[in-house]
């Protein structure tokens, strides 16, 4: 376009703006929940444990009572399953694995992982892939831990860096979402799995915190397929190097499911050890019902299909309006995840904030951003998060089709100053 035309479309998205303006919208497409259709089909997991249930876990223990410090035998086979891991190597926490991450990394900083408290080693870092999940950002900031960049490509985070970076002895860990990754719903290929099982970090007590938490949530039939981590570090030799954590928060209800972690028999001797310091025991009446309802691997995905099919037409929303609205204009680029809970929009660069405040300026609240990065820092500030599973599918329509519009304006007005 020329420097007229810009200027043109200019003048009109913003009469169109306005108009959003005036309709004192109030949506929110800023964090991954399910929307309350989707949490209605959840509902029949309450009524599993009730006043008349049997009460015992499948090895007589009364789920009423305090034992079975790491969990009831059927949850942990239910996500031994799930996993791919031998249900020894499980452990079942509360309601939220970020909960258990974040209580990961406390212990480390001031027992090790290990070895000596990461706390008394000086500086620490944690390589990120970016974009990523902010909450795992927040974690390592709230430690004193920094961050490096790893950038994630098509099949996952840059190898060639990370196989770089993890030279470094002050490096000790590695915070990542392998399948249907935050924000970007990509899946680590075959390649990268075999190439992180085969890491040689110069820490000799380097984590990676593998966080599955979208291992069950495929969209359609042709879901991807994740690499059995465990099976692969065998091969080399490094299954310590991982603690894998899942939870059912996107499976039945967030805040109020059940997290796992997986991890080699070291790491769950040395985990147990604290826990029985730590509880008594977390709550088996939800093992339980979780696992009465969603049974076995075939369970959930009887499940995972009927939450898929009320979100399919929430991520349509969003890809139809993006390719209607902003398809060959080259003011974004996105993604067709097979999975997860985002869609993730780059737009032209120095142009995210823009858009996002745009948006907020017309009432649709987006994550904000940035926050995809490490330190709220996107050094080109172009990533923009989208959260579609949340908002009713009408209100949906009107945040995308006004997302596409604040894009624009933000793209154009870059041109303009250009
Ligand atoms: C990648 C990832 N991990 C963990 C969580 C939080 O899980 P939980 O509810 O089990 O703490 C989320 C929630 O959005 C997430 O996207």
Partial sequence: ?????????????????????????KLDMSRGKPGATQLNLSMSILNEVNADSEMKASDGTDCRNYGLLDGIPEFKALY????????QNIIVFGNSSLN???????QCMTHGAGSTPW???GKIKFACPVPGYDRHFSILEYFGIEMINIPMLEDGPDMDLMEEVVKDSSVKGFFCVPKYSNPEGKTFSDDVVRRIAALKPAANDFRILWDNAYSEHDLYDNSDELLNVFEECKKCGSEDMIIEIASTSKISFPGAGVAVLAASSKNIETIKKRMFVQTIGYDKLNQLRHTRYLKNKAGVKVHMQELAAVLRPKFKIVLDTLEEQLGGTGLAEWLKPNGGYFI???????????????CKQAGVILTPAGATFPYGKDPRDRNIRIAPTFPPVEELKIAAALLCLCVKIAGVEKLLSE
């Fill in 119 to 121: 706390l008394l080693q």
């Fill in 100 to 106: 258990v991450m974040f209580d990961y990394i406390s």
């Fill in 1 to 25: 376009m020329t420097k007229n035309e810009l200027n043109e479309t200019l003048s009109s998205l913003r009469r169109e703006y306005e108009e959003y303006v005036s309709k004192n919208l």
């Fill in 80 to 87: 031994s399953e799930l996993l791919g891991v031998d249900p």
């Fill in 344 to 358: 993730s929009l780059d737009v032209l660069d120095g142009c995210a904030k823009r858009a996002v405040e745009l």
